[in-house]
């Protein structure tokens, strides 16, 4: 069940999301965070999605767009190339 659909584009400072499911199908640009908690819900981006930091704790995530900002993630964060980032992250701050 999708707790809050979106058909465009959202332009937002952050946002802080827990258990809902957001369904957005055009771009997500955050002026600051995305963050991620609790394990029930999940965000999906059909679009590109811009932020500076994008945090997933115990949260699924899905970009089928492209993605810039920092990615931390434990689990669930699925899209083009964020594997390599949050790898990349990981190996960089060990």
């Given at each position: ?18 258990g ?22 999940e965000?999906?981006?059909e ?14 995530f899905?970009?089928?767009g492209g993605?810039?900002g920092?990615?931390?993630g ?21």
């Open positions: 069940m999708v707790n809050m659909l979106v058909t465009g584009n959202v332009h937002v400072k952050s946002i802080n999301k827990g809902g499911e957001f369904y957005i199908k055009g771009d997500l640009i955050a002026e600051q965070t995305i963050y991620g908690y609790y394990n029930h819900g965000l999906t981006v679009g590109r999605t811009q932020a500076v930091a994008i945090f997933a704790d115990d949260h699924s899905t970009f089928k993605v810039s920092t990615v931390v434990d689990r669930g964060v699925e899209g083009p190339m964020l594997y390599i980032a949050i790898l990349l992250y990981y190996v960089l701050n060990w």
